[in-house]
């Protein structure tokens, strides 16, 4: 069922809502947290698509702020709301409410969206493009209790990453972050298995990627081991190499989709590892709702702290951002157990692994 709202306020958009659940035969409210998505109408539907096929997961009640400040001094100096509420099964399990602030309206989101979040239920904040430098200082921000940014949307993916390490506040998480989970699993894994001293690793991945990024930091933070930074084609993340006295582990997708795990002393195999679509990542960052320890960790480690290199097919270096990507002088320290055990990131490192 939908209702259009023209002009309208947030009372009658909560009211809205109701005469909408009676009218399908559900006035109770059974949703568990309330998820704002702050986006522009180029964006809103890839959105609302992902976050309603989460909502499948999550039973969530949907805000969509698209800000329209107009293009006139005259349009920029009106306020107007249009609304349109979505319940049944135009909104997947919960209930959708696309809010479409006008003129000077769109510099004030939080007044309209604080009447329309769940009583006593979570709130959280995505911003799929033009996240703010500092999501806990947003006005939207700071009604939620976890704030998803993406930084592969941003310009500058790398540079973007400088940006969360910078402004990290608990809460915060990013869907770059996000994307490595089940690289993060199957190398906890293979290191479980093998228990030998990891002396260096390698991460490849397509230039601009920002998980590689992520994933080269966590395997540097956590093992405290010297990490190269290669350049390939991608797609995205595609091999990680880590040496050790027995031999070298690899694990390789070269396709997006399924890759290869090779171990010293043990037959190759194949495991999935597909690149996953927006609504599963956006799914799993709402299964846990506290601070992420070990994603601050890793951004805050520092993108400029690993080896930056080309790939031996002659793929170019990534490009410095802002001077700041520099190889690594130091000489390489001597290989730790993860959480003194050595190469055993699971216990430390996989948090968010389901």
């Given amino acids: 069922m939908k209702i259009d709202l023209t002009n309208t306020t947030s009372s009658k958009i909560n009211s809205g809502l109701i005469e909408a659940r009676r009218a399908i035969g559900t006035p ?59 319940v049944g099964s135009d909104a997947g399990t919960g209930e959708t409410v696309l809010l479409r602030l006008h003129g000077e309206l769109s510099g004030h989101a939080e007044s309209v969206v604080l009447p329309l979040l769940l009583p006593d239920a979570p709130v959280v904040v995505w911003w799929p493009e033009d996240a703010p430098d500092k999501p806990a200082e947003d006005p939207l921000g700071k009604l939620a209790q976890r704030r998803i940014t993406d930084a592969a949307s941003a310009e500058d993916p790398v540079a973007a990453l400088e940006v969360r390490a910078g402004s990290y506040s608990p809460g915060d998480t990013d869907l770059a972050w996000t994307r490595i989970t089940p690289w993060r699993s199957m190398l906890a894994a293979a290191l479980d298995q093998k228990h030998s001293a990891i002396s260096a690793a390698v991460v490849e991945g397509e230039p601009y990627n920002p998980s590689t990024e992520l994933l080269g930091m966590w395997l540097a933070d956590r093992l405290k081991v010297p990490v190269e930074r290669r350049v390939s084609d991608g797609p995205g993340l595609t091999a990680v190499r880590m040496t050790t006295a027995d031999g070298t582990i690899c694990l390789d997708r070269a396709d997006g989709a399924l890759a290869e795990l090779a171990m010293p002393g043990q037959p190759d195999r194949r495991v999935a590892l597909k690149r996953r679509e927006t609504a599963e990542l956006i799914a799993e960052e709402l299964r846990r709702l506290d601070p992420d320890e070990i994603y601050r960790s890793s951004v805050q480690f520092g993108v400029d702290r690993l080896n930056v290199q080309s790939t031996q097919e002659g793929s170019a270096e990534r490009p410095p951002t802002n001077g700041a990507h520099k190889p690594e002088k130091k000489a390489a320290a001597p290989a730790k157990k993860a959480a003194e055990a050595p190469g055993k990131p699971a216990d430390s490192g996989t948090g968010k692994a389901k």
């Fill in 28 to 86: 109770a409210v059974g949703m568990v947290l309330t998820l704002v998505i702050v986006t522009d109408e180029g964006n809103a539907y890839d959105a609302l698509k992902a976050a309603g096929d989460a909502s499948r997961e999550h039973p969530s009640r949907i805000l969509v702020v698209i800000r329209r400040p107009g293009r006139t001094p005259r349009d920029r100096a009106k306020s107007r709301l249009d609304a349109e509420v979505r």
